[in-house]
């Protein structure tokens, strides 16, 4: 036979300690306000720029200019879609990108990370191609 009510441990559940005493420290401390400050803090972009330098290779067409001041809150995503403006270049058409002739970044890295760790000289080297060039 089936019971048609709810079962009697559904009404007892209750969270476990741990979560409730997080919970309750997290109001008392502060730390609860501290972390949406963070988020907050973290949602506000980067005005600085960094120098970027796009480079063609192979069959690419060359820019008449290639020194660009991109702002390093963007994602590497907002990188390529400039190139591809700049090129005049349709969303469908090949375009590969690499950082000093090594790797090709993923599009969701940020430029600033891109230029903290692969710099040179001050600049952040794009080399880009119509057919895959580099790993």
Known sequence: MAQTSASPDVATRALPATWTTNLHLSSDTGLLQEGLDALEGYRKKDPNKVVVRFRAIGN????????????????????????????????????????????????????????????????????????????
């Open 60 to 135: 690419a067409p060359i820019m008449r200019q290639n020194f660009y001041k991109i702002t390093v809150s963007n994602r590497f995503q907002a990188v390529i879609q400039f190139l591809r403006k700049e090129l005049g270049w349709k969303a469908g058409e090949p375009l590969y990108t690499y950082i000093n002739m090594a790797f090709s970044p993923a599009p969701d890295d940020t430029v600033s990370n891109l230029f903290k760790s692969f710099a040179t000289d001050g600049h952040l080297i794009v080399n880009y191609s119509t057919t895959a060039a580099w790993g």
